[in-house]
């Protein structure tokens, strides 16, 4: 009896720099079985997110999250899909759930831990590996749980255009705060400041750059989200508020870089007296009732418009990943399988 098969993307060496297609390989397996509390997920939507780029390096550096991938090991991500096969009175055959650790495979098995059952009454399904999966949700740990988010507050948004970034800067509107945000590009910039209706986009290629950021930043900030690290960073952190909260979401400038960053002088935290953090998003799950309820209802009201760049085909999902961590992509970078 031919057992039937499923299809993994692996890794097949470690990235010097920004991933290429020859850092991945597709491999094919036997569809898994499953044990007692256990279920069967066929994917149908990947969710891809700059996290997984510091999964496939070495390097201590990485010892917040969990162990790198080895070698030939399924790369981390968020997986979208319908459970076929379950042994978990919990989870019926049929469900759709978000797995955020489901993996860049078109078949993940679960034992209920970090699964989301998906509510299409709420939002349609992509948009819980997004707006109200792991992106969303990161954001909203980050400003509410971490950045102790205020009315009133002047927020600075780096990565303004991408997943977490266009979700931290549309629910910090929600909240009543001027929102300033940073990208990369004319594009991405229009699209913050019109679709998205922050206060102020800054292009941080722009030549005008140093010009545009001093009149974004005239009134200072309270509140920086920093999704990016590195230059930015440093650029910004003049133009904080005392006793200004700084968020640490990300650093993808640096995920790329084998020789890593020298970063910006901190002189400003210590005679601005600053709060700086960082945090991870699995720390903070215990948000996500109030953050199903809250971001559903912006959306419902239209406050928050999410945008989505989707790529067919599974073979697709190194390229799609690539073009992320490239900057030339809008919002949440989702696969179709």
Not at 249 to 272: D, F, H, V
Request: aromatic share 8%.
């Amino acid at each position: 009896m031919i057992k039937p098969k499923t299809r993994q993307i692996v890794l097949r060496s470690r990235p010097e720099g920004l991933p290429t297609p020859d850092n991945f390989a597709i491999r094919t397996v036997d569809v898994p079985a499953i044990g007692d509390g256990q279920f069967l997920v066929k994917n149908e939507l990947l969710g891809l997110a700059p996290s997984s780029r510091i999964r496939m390096s070495e390097s201590e550096t990485n010892g917040s999250y969990d162990m790198p991938t080895p070698i030939g090991g399924v790369i981390h991500g968020q997986s979208l899909g319908t459970i076929i096969e379950s042994r978990h009175p919990g989870y019926a055959v049929g469900a759709k759930v978000v797995l955020t650790a489901g993996g860049w495979q078109e078949m993940s098995v679960s034992d209920g831990s970090l699964t989301t059952p998906v509510d299409t009454s709420l939002a349609k399904e992509s948009l819980w590996l997004g707006a109200l999966g792991v992106s969303g949700l990161t954001a909203y740990a980050g400003l509410i749980g971490v950045g102790q988010i205020r009315p009133g507050d002047r927020v600075a948004v780096t990565a303004a255009s991408g997943a977490v970034g266009a979700m931290a800067g549309q629910i910090a509107r929600a909240f009543g705060c001027h929102v300033i945000g940073i990208a990369g590009g004319a594009e991405k910039c229009g699209y913050i400041r019109q679709e998205l209706g922050f206060e102020a986009a800054v292009d941080y290629r722009s030549p005008a750059y140093d010009n545009e950021l001093r009149q974004a930043c005239a009134d200072g900030i309270d509140l920086f989200f920093d999704n990016v690290g590195g230059r930015i960073r440093s650029d910004l952190l003049p133009w904080m508020n005392k006793f200004g909260r700084i968020v640490v979401c990300g650093m993808i400038s640096e995920y790329n870089n084998p020789a890593g960053a020298t970063g910006p002088s901190w002189m400003p935290i210590l005679t601005k007296q600053l709060t700086v953090r960082g945090f991870l998003m699995r720390d903070y799950v215990h948000l996500q009732s109030w953050f199903v309820r809250d971001v559903a209802g912006w959306l419902a009201e239209g406050k928050i418009k999410p945008r989505e760049d989707i790529t067919n085909g599974f073979e697709n999902t190194p390229a799609a990943f690539i073009r992320m961590l490239s900057g030339q992509t809008f919002g949440k970078t989702i696969v179709r399988l």
